[in-house]
Nanobody
Framework: QVQLVESGGGLVQAGGSLRLSCAAS????????MGWFRQAPGKEREFVAA????????YYADSVKGRFTISRDNAKNTVSLQMNSLKPEDTAVYYC????????????????WGQGTQVTVSS
């Protein structure tokens, strides 16, 4: 079993930055594809970013490309999401997830989920 705990959320003004962290425990996630998803009020959960375990390939949703960066530190068993130039439409609960596959873009391909961290961007 893998337990995931997100941190780093909060309230920030538009144009600001936040860095989300996801700490994994229970087992190493060095051979898990890792991803970030988000869910805004009244909306479905959507993909944000993913990183492979094999070669560190990354993939981003068009809405965050160029502003967000996903990274992983296998030695620390963590994954991070650096979010810059934040917009009010980025407001959501952000979830970290782990997949037994290398790189996945859809939520049903992920096997473990964190509890989420709230990000609120004010205009």
């Amino acid at each position: 079993q893998v337990q995931l705990v997100e941190s780093g959320g909060g309230l920030v003004q538009a144009g600001g930055s936040l860095r989300l962290s996801c700490a994994a425990s229970g087992r190493t996630v060095s051979r898990y594809g890792m991803g970030w998803f988000r869910q805004a009020p009244g909306k479905e959960r959507e993909f944000v970013a993913a990183i492979s375990w094999s070669d560190g390939r990354t993939y981003y949703a068009d809405s965050v490309k160029g502003r967000f960066t996903i990274s992983r530190d296998n030695a620390k068993n963590t994954v991070s999401l650096q979010m810059n130039s934040l917009k009010p439409e980025d407001t959501a609960v952000y979830y970290c997830a782990a997949s037994r596959s290398d790189l996945e873009l859809v939520d049903f391909k992920y096997h473990y989920w964190g509890q989420g961290t709230q990000v609120t961007v004010s205009s």
